[in-house]
Every structure is written in structure tokens, then in C-alpha cells.
């Protein structure tokens, strides 16, 4: 009896033990403001996208972007509007994209979405919808009421692509939106430069 009682406890140590394991790895990977996955993982994930869209030969696109005058919102009404803002923009990124997209903070209002088997029309007509949900944001915080919207870059892999490439090519896309007027999204060009 005192021997079963025993391995009963230590089947729940057990147990305790591994549902802790699970929950410090699942917040080593996610940002806690907006629920996204954070950029380490975020570099991870897209190295794993690229060897299997090689090795399947299925498409892959990324979407980079930030948030219109956030630096502005942070210094006129604070901090927590901004915090508001981003983590307003994570809860639009979990019902706009599929479970198989790849959701992540990128740094400071910069986020990621990594789109598994995605051609570049497909992820155009994501960017577009993207743009357009931000956009229709309402968010209510400090006593005031802030529609964010974003510049937004969009690319599609290549086979030479690395993380670093792809999220370049991104990266320069998201600032031709920005140079352009802001709330909006740029494309990259579907050959790569010779």
C-alpha cells in the first residue's frame, strides 16, 4: 500500500514536471504581449519553411511589417497604448491567417508571418487583406480611441533563398510601402535580382 501510494506520487511529480517543461518552452518561443511567436523562433521556423519548400517544392512567402507612427503613439499617449496596439495587432494575426502560418513578433512593433505553400498571388491577396484589417483596428486605451495601420512588404522564396535573404528582400519591400505613404503594402519582384 505505502509502495503504491508512492509511485503515485512520483507519477505526479512526474506528470507535474513535464506540464511545466511544456509550459517554460511554450514562453521561451512566445512574445506575452501579443501571443505571437518571438524572433529566435521566428528565424528557426523560416530556416525549417525554406529546406522543406526545397525539398517539396511547394511555394513559400513571408510578410514583414510594422506599425504606421508607433514611436508617435508610444510619445503622445504612453507606453500601454502602444502595448494596446501591439497586442490588438497579435489577436488580428491569429484570425486572419491559417493554423499552418507562422505568426511572429519580429522586435518592437515588427512582426513576421511566414506562409507555408503560398504562391505570390496568394500572399499579395494576404498583404492586401492584411492591410485592410489593421486598418479597420479600433483601439480604446488611455481614454482614447486609435486606428493603427501598417506598412507591410510582402515576398515570395526563391531556391538560392536563406532566412537572411528572404527577410531582406521582405525588410525592403516594407520600407518602399513606407516611402510610398504608409498603409499599404509593397511587393517584391517575382525574379531575383541578377
Known sequence: RHALAAAAALLGIAIRNGQLLAQTRESSIRDGLTGCFNRAYALEALHAELQRARRTGRPLSLMMFDVDEFKSVNDRFGHLTGDAILSAVGGRLVTLFRATDIKCRYGGDEFLVILP??????????????????????????????????????????????????????????????????????????????
Open 117 to 194: 505553400d503560398t504562391p505570390y498571388a496568394g500572399a499579395e491577396r494576404a498583404a492586401a487583406t492584411m492591410t485592410a484589417e489593421i486598418a479597420s483596428l479600433s483601439v480604446v486605451a488611455a481614454g482614447v480611441t486609435l486606428s493603427p495601420t501598417i506598412s507591410l512588404g510582402v515576398t515570395t522564396a526563391f531556391e538560392s533563398d536563406d532566412p537572411q535573404s528572404l527577410i531582406a528582400r521582405a525588410d525592403d519591400a516594407l520600407y518602399r510601402a513606407k516611402r510610398g505613404g504608409r498603409n499599404r503594402y509593397v511587393v517584391s519582384p517575382l525574379a531575383p535580382a541578377v
